[in-house]
């Protein structure tokens, strides 16, 4: 499980998971993170194009805009 360690990691941790509870909905804080443990998965493995990403996220998330998933991959890289 993904843990941020300085606060600025700490502040684009909280928008990533800001930005993807708007597509999950209504979650506890505990499965937040654990979707987003498994976005942030996704979205680091580097066998993957962008637009397999995009698929695999979105099996998690359901549909996103493209600006969406940008914003989650510039918030997790």
């Not at 937040?32 to 990403?53: F, P, Q, W």
Request: proline share 1%.
């Amino acid at each position: 499980m993904y843990r941020p360690r300085t606060k600025e990691t700490r502040a684009l941790y909280e928008q990533f998971l800001s930005l993807l509870a708007k597509h999950l909905g209504d979650l506890s804080l505990s499965d937040l993170k654990s979707a987003g443990d498994e976005v942030l998965a996704i979205l680091k493995t580097e066998e993957l194009n962008n637009s397999a990403r995009k698929r695999e996220c979105e099996a998690i998330t359901d549909r996103m805009s493209d600006e969406s998933f940008n914003q989650l991959t510039v918030l997790a890289s």
